[in-house]
């Protein structure tokens, strides 16, 4: 299998480029695409899922769910709707990115409350065939939108439950910085938690907008080839997903980032 079999464009990537277009693209050329809510609300699920069927492109995951360290009802039932979307598209993933810490708690408290929402909802998501991947987020990230900040934490939490209904996120731009990282992909590999791979790099200086900061793969000091020796060692040969936040790649057209971004990822991994 050529490495381009893999490639899986996060459709945050080309964040303004129409929906139907980006999945035009990737069934052009064979690649599979990661969907993001938004989007699928505006253009409606139904609609959506019949048009990734009809164009024969695979949906790689489904962003995003969580946001529940304050686990209320209301959030626990949008998860559940998360769930149901992400089935109705045939998406094996729903990725979740934890939440922040709630008025008047604390990071532990705010890291129970995911203990409690996975428990609430995994047994849901193995009803509908739908992993929940928990997707550790960089610690400059923790205070205001994940508390999970590394693979491990993420796997402590993923162990109460079967590995087919919760897993873990390997996303490059968040993990790069751990000491422990490669021990944790074995970890999560030897689990058979991982759930979704993904690619960013990490630019110096950052932009002033930390949160759209990704680099294009090769612009910054992630060695992207170890990252996918790692994966592919635990014997994941899934897709990968390339998952850019970053203003000034999302101001150019869908089209032309698209490919770039295919060229990158082959560059970079062969």
Not at 235 to 264: C, H, K, M, Y
């Amino acid at each position: 299998m050529s490495i381009l079999e893999r490639f899986s464009l996060n459709h945050a990537t080309t964040k303004f480029w129409d929906q139907r277009e980006a999945v035009e693209a990737c069934a052009e050329t064979g690649s599979g695409i990661g969907l993001w809510r938004e989007p699928v609300h505006q253009m409606g699920l139904a609609e959506t899922a019949k048009l990734v069927r009809d164009a024969g492109v695979p949906v790689t995951s489904l962003c995003r769910g969580g946001f529940f360290t304050d686990p209320t009802a209301e959030a626990i039932e949008d998860n559940r709707r998360a769930i149901d979307e992400t089935a109705e598209l045939g998406a094996p993933t729903l990725v979740l990115v934890s939440g922040p810490i709630p008025e008047g708690g604390t990071i532990d408290t705010a890291r129970e409350g995911v203990a409690e929402a996975l428990a609430a909802l995994a047994p849901y998501a193995a009803e509908r065939g739908v992993t929940l991947a928990i997707e550790p987020l960089h610690p400059m990230f923790a205070s205001d939108r994940c508390v999970v900040t590394t693979l491990n934490e993420a796997l402590d939490l993923a162990a109460p439950h079967p590995a087919d209904a919760v897993g873990v996120v390997v996303d490059t731009y968040h993990i790069w910085w751990d000491p422990e990282v490669w021990n944790g992909i074995a970890r999560a590999g030897a689990e058979g938690r991982i759930a979704s791979f993904q690619l960013a790099d990490w630019i110096t200086p950052l932009p002033a907008g930390v949160l759209t900061g990704r680099g294009q793969l090769g612009d910054g000091c992630i060695d992207m080839r170890r990252y996918l020796e790692a994966v592919d060692a635990t014997g994941f040969d899934g897709p990968i997903e390339v998952e850019l936040f970053n203003d000034e790649i999302w101001a150019r057209p869908g089209r032309e980032v698209f490919d770039q971004t295919r060229s990158a990822f082959e560059r970079v991994l062969t």
